[in-house]
């Protein structure tokens, strides 16, 4: 059964930078047929997604905060995901995850469309 664990989060001061790693276990077959995004959840708050890869390497931004600042890339085996993160704020501050989506293009943040959440990666942004 696929699998996503998250990795890399931290504690960083703003203006720093972070690489996060969203990597697929389990069954992998056909992974790179399906998009896959990175959403983040601050405490308190609604989960909101940031960034969606497509299986062909496009990308969509969900949260207009962090366009010029994060970028979001897949390796070449489409297993690993990546969300590297420039020009930090407080208020990036939060748990990262990622998710697959049921197409091979990014569905909206919200669809109903999102599975096999990972369990998260803490990113705190402080100085």
């Known amino acids: 059964q696929l699998q996503f664990v998250e990795s890399g989060g931290g504690l960083v001061e703003p203006g720093g930078s972070l690489r996060l790693s969203c990597a697929a276990s389990g069954f992998t077959w056909n992974l790179d047929y399906y998009a896959i995004g990175w959403f983040r959840q601050a405490p308190g708050k609604e989960r909101e997604g940031v960034l969606c890869i497509s299986s062909s390497g496009g990308d969509r931004t969900y949260t207009d905060s962090v366009k010029g600042r994060f970028t979001i890339s897949r390796d070449n085996a489409k297993t690993t995901v990546y969300l590297q993160m420039n020009s930090l704020k407080p208020d990036d501050t939060a748990i990262y995850y990622c998710?697959?989506?049921?197409?091979?293009?990014?569905?909206?943040?919200?669809?109903?469309?999102?599975?096999?959440w990972g369990q998260g990666t803490q990113v705190t942004v402080s100085s």
């Open positions: 998710a697959l989506a049921g197409w091979s293009t990014c569905p909206g943040s919200t669809a109903d469309a999102w599975h096999y």
